[in-house]
């Protein structure tokens, strides 16, 4: 199982609607997590109410992209992102594994 943070900037629209009817969208979205054999962890507002951030785990980058292209398919966010959060023994094991990558140059550098 792998975390990922969506992060997305709730549109005028979406916050019109939440202020006519309030509703707990964890509890909304927990469903939608489930559904993809995963589970939501959190989701948070930034002071103001447009900003939001949803912690959430699912088995795969797959899931986690379909997942987001439904959420930005619908509008209710400008922005939106999703990122795949690494625990610390993963980018260990990538950082162990770069070491044997030689062929890099970085821009403006010699050959």
Known sequence: MSTYLFHGFQTPETLARLLAAPEDRGAVIAPLFESL???LLGYWYVLGGV??????????DVAATGMAVRVASSGAFASPTCTRLMTVQET???????GGATVYRAPGQPD
């Open 37 to 39: 054999g995963g589970k």
């Open 51 to 60: 900003e939001v951030y949803v912690m959430f785990e699912l088995p795969d």
């Open 92 to 98: 260990l094991a990538a950082l162990g594994g770069a």
